[in-house]
């Protein structure tokens, strides 16, 4: 019994120790992985940032170093090893010379070579070796040249130049082919279609705002923006007829409802007619009901650009405006959205104030801003948003070929770029992102935006803005939300590529290759002006400090107050011609 019990704790023994060196070799093995990664230059995930903050110092350091270059870096060890070099006794290290930087450059200085160093160079001494022998190999049966008995000897330097050569004009014509894929051709000669029904009620309940041709498909299709029914709607179809033979073509009109009815009584709708080809690009259709086919309504249709885009790189669509508008606001907001790169602004307005649809009117008058009258003739609470969905998508399909990129936002958000100071700066790494996070045969259709809330009753001990800078809602609201909101996002997209836009997202494109691509908050975010909404996992307990419009404020305030001061005299001056007509 005592030798069989012997062997036993033997056995145990033995187990025991091998579970200790297994666990030993494994927790060595994930601690090392675990350096290498940590000591990498790659950004940690989103799921790992909390964790990334708590080691905020060494982060900060280590991007001080990431900021210097390489020669600073450089004379930094150079510098190391003199100190070293004092302490230490010389040793009969092998020596070789080097450019440093400090002093006169064109100086030599001896640097020791390190063990690993040495065996660096001496395995690339063997590898050029054998890429010599190779190449003699290669090279030992010579060839003729076409122009004429000259006799050439391929050599492993002549091979690595002609390569260096040929990589050399390969990332040139790369280039230049980008260049001209890239290269915006402006035409000036494209016209904005401001033509619209402003909701007429063509038949009982279908209230018609705009349409629009539509080529960008095999077939033809008419487009129609209208509200009707979200239950129950009418059925209407198109009616065409030729000159020459009189026949008539009727198409039934196929209903789209947008994403954004949410249930209400009613909804914006996209409705299409296809339109045979033999009938060309029309510009007026008959629409009938199927609850009174004898009656028609002839609708003016608004044609597609036929010429050469794009009359614009980048344009903003801005929602129906309703509410207590402040004209400061207003004005600021139409200054800095030309700041940040958009050349032209679509607004829809119900004109329930003067001031403000003279101040549109104004800014129509400089070429840089297009308003559409919006009188709904139902009650808010009938349609989701005052029915906003009806104005994205008739101002997506007037800049069908009109501008190359539009942008949606709200007179209180602003697309703001963090690493420069202009859209345009920034399509290059918009385009990087995308390039990175699309396959091969997908292509961006949206450039899609985080947002941050900016609250005016958030609270801190920094002193009130009593300056004329204060007046700027961008500049004196400062504290926003830390957290970043991915629901409420806002976007710039490519208009040909969509067919429905939503409000926050990319509902449907054009086609399945079409994708949305989410931009870091590091290159750009929406700044949203307005109290704080606890919705959609927003904190708004957590805020922080963000200052990075203060480096528009010079010029932001310049060009508010140039354009209130003009728009002031030319509306003192109607003003005053008003009153004379007035007179007896």
Not at 312 to 319: A, G, M, R
Not at 426 to 432: A, F, H, I, R, T
């Amino acid at each position: 019994m005592a030798t069989r019990g012997r062997k036993t704790l033997r056995v145990l023994a033995l187990i025991m120790f091998g579970y200790f060196m297994v666990t030993v070799y494994f927790y060595t093995r994930v601690m090392d992985k675990g350096r290498e990664i940590r000591g990498s230059d790659d950004y940690s995930s989103l799921l790992d940032y909390d964790e990334e903050k708590l080691d905020t110092k060494r982060t900060k350091v280590d991007r001080k170093l990431k900021g210097h270059s390489d020669n600073v870096f450089i004379e930094y060890n150079e510098q190391l090893y003199q100190k070293r070099k004092n302490q230490e006794p010389p040793n009969t290290a092998t020596k070789t010379r080097v450019n440093t930087f400090q002093g006169n450059p064109h100086e030599l200085k001896e640097l020791e070579e390190s063990s690993f160093d040495k065996k660096i160079r001496e395995s690339a001494i063997r590898l050029e070796e054998k890429m010599r022998q190779k190449s003699d190999a290669r090279n030992k049966t010579s060839f003729l040249l076409k122009s004429g008995h000259v006799t050439r000897t391929h050599t492993t330097k002549y091979s690595i130049r002609q390569n260096m050569a040929e990589s050399e004009e390969t990332k040139t014509n790369e280039n230049s082919n980008k260049n001209k894929v890239d290269e915006f051709i402006r035409n000036p000669n494209i016209t904005i279609a401001t033509a619209n029904y402003n909701f007429l009620e063509i038949f009982p309940g279908v209230y018609l705002y705009s349409s629009f041709f539509d080529s960008r498909e095999e077939a033809n299709l008419i487009r129609f923006i209208l509200i009707g029914r979200t239950r129950d709607h009418a059925r209407l179809s198109c009616s065409l007829q030729t000159n020459e033979t009189g026949e008539v073509f009727e198409s039934e009109m196929q209903f789209y409802q947008t994403c954004e009815s949410h249930m209400k009584e009613n909804s914006v709708y996209l409705c299409s007619c296809e339109i045979p080809d033999k009938y060309g690009r029309i510009q007026r259709v008959n629409l009938t009901s199927s609850e009174n086919p004898n009656t028609f309504v002839s609708i003016d249709i608004i044609p597609d650009v036929k010429e050469p885009p794009f009359k614009y790189k980048l344009s903003t669509c801005v929602p129906p405006l309703f509410g207590d508008i402040n004209i400061l606001r207003l004005t600021e907001f139409i200054e800095f959205s030309l700041m940040l790169g958009s050349e032209h602004i679509y607004f829809y307005y119900n004109r329930k104030r003067d001031d403000i649809y003279q101040l549109l009117q104004y800014y129509s008058d400089l070429g840089v801003v297009t308003f559409f009258p919006w009188k709904l003739t139902m009650e808010s609470h009938e349609i989701w948003y005052h029915g906003q969905s009806a104005a994205i998508w008739d101002c997506q399909y007037r800049n069908i070929h009109v501008s190359e990129l539009v942008s949606f936002n709200d007179i209180d958000e602003f697309i703001v770029p963090k690493r420069t100071n202009t859209w345009n700066n920034m399509l290059p790494e918009l385009n990087s992102v995308a390039r990175r996070s699309l396959s091969d045969k997908e292509e961006v259709a949206a450039f899609s935006f985080h947002s941050v809330f900016f609250d005016s009753n958030f609270r801190n001990n920094d002193p009130v803005i009593k300056d004329e800078y204060g007046q700027l809602l961008t500049v004196n609201v400062t504290l926003r939300t830390s957290s970043v909101s991915k629901v409420r996002t806002k976007m710039i997209v490519y208009p040909e590529k969509v067919f429905e836009l939503g409000i926050h997202h990319l509902s449907k494109p054009m086609d399945d290759k079409f994708k949305s691509v989410l931009i870091p908050e590091d290159i750009a975010l929406i700044h949203h002006y307005r109290d704080c909404d606890w919705n959609y996992g927003m904190n708004c307990d957590r805020i922080m400090k963000d200052n990075s419009m203060h480096r528009f404020k010079r010029d932001l305030l310049k060009r508010v107050k140039k354009s209130l001061f003009k728009f002031n005299r030319i509306e003192a001056g109607s003003s005053q011609a008003d009153k004379g007509s007035r007179m007896p």
